[in-house]
């Protein structure tokens, strides 16, 4: 997951960082940290972001395939 997907996931659901930290059991710090570009995550933080968003509907976009470039999609109705 880079930081820019993050960030089109959490505006695609309307999601504060707050609240997404909150629904992924981190900090909201380190989330802050990961879409400004101060710090990577850990695997385990990754997951856990990568985890609660999906269970939200999100679905993440490589580069390649269909997609210009990496982003996200969400599932109508799941948010």
Known sequence: MKPEQLRMARAALGLGVRELAELAGVSFTTVNRFE???SGLQHSTAEALR?????????????????????????????
């Open 51 to 79: 985890i609660a968003l999906e269970a939200k509907g999100v679905q993440f976009l490589e580069a390649g395939g269909v997609s210009a470039g990496p982003g996200v999609a969400v599932r109508g109705g799941a948010a």
């Open 36 to 38: 400004t570009g101060k």
